[in-house]
């Protein structure tokens, strides 16, 4: 189990469900709040940027990875393997900044048992079919890949039930909106707050 002073928010959603385009609103916005960065396999798309998207590392690293106990969690999927590295994670908890993490509903349960009171935030879309069409509209994938992404989001969504928050994105305001409240509820909790309030008394 990893000691940690900061908050630890995991995030999941079916491909398409508008996960990106809210996490990386938040942490542009909210303070002390630090994407998580994971280690994978696949290889950079255009863009992306080894060690600010990803960690990318080849097959025979992240298996030396897996033998020496260096993930907290870790997947395969979509033919690669991706993972939250423990060292990392700890790193950054250990200054008391809060890490939002965006991973698939398997890693997010493996992580629940690292990180017992983790935050467990799940994106809902509005529909199937308009997740389909979101997936259509932003033009990144084939029929093929969109065929795949739609039978894989019906087994994540089951899996809702397992999460603490289920943010509707319809409209994106309100979803944003929502998602940020948990993040700051979360981090004026009793439990969280306590010893503040403690030192506060100490003063009367
Ligand atoms: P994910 O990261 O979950 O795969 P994205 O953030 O890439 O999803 O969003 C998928 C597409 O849907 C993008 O083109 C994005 O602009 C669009 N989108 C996101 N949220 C909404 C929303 N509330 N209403 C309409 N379109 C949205
Ligand atoms: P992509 O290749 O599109 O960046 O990511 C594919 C999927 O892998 C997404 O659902 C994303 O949430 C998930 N993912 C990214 N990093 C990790 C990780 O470290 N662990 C797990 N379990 N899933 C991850």
Do not use: C
């Not at 935050?119 to 997740?131: G, K, Y």
């Amino acid at each position: 189990m990893i000691q940690h002073p900061g908050n630890v928010f995991v995030v999941s959603a079916p491909s398409g469900a508008g996960k990106s385009t809210l996490t990386q609103r938040l942490v542009r916005t909210v303070p002390d709040l630090i994407f998580s960065i994971s280690f994978t396999t696949r290889s950079p798309r255009p863009g992306e940027v080894d060690g600010r998207d990803y960690f990318f590392i080849d097959d025979a690293r992240f298996d030396a990875m897996v033998r020496g106990g260096g993930f907290v969690e870790w997947v395969q999927i979509y033919g690669h393997r991706y993972g939250t590295g423990r060292d990392w994670l700890s790193g950054v908890l250990a200054t008391g900044q809060d890490v939002l993490l965006d991973i698939e509903t398997t890693g997010a349960l493996n992580m629940r048992r690292a990180i017992p009171d983790a935050r467990m935030i799940f994106i809902l879309p509005p529909s199937a079919a308009s997740l389909e069409q979101r997936l259509r509209s932003r033009g990144k994938d084939s029929d093929e890949q969109i065929r795949i992404r739609m039978q894989h989001a019906r087994h994540e969504m089951e899996l809702y039930h397992a999460y603490d928050y289920l943010v509707l994105n319809d409209d994106l305001e309100l979803a944003y909106r929502q998602f940020e409240s948990v993040i700051y509820a979360t981090r004026a909790s009793r439990e969280r707050m306590a010893p503040e309030a403690r030192r506060i008394l100490e003063g009367f």
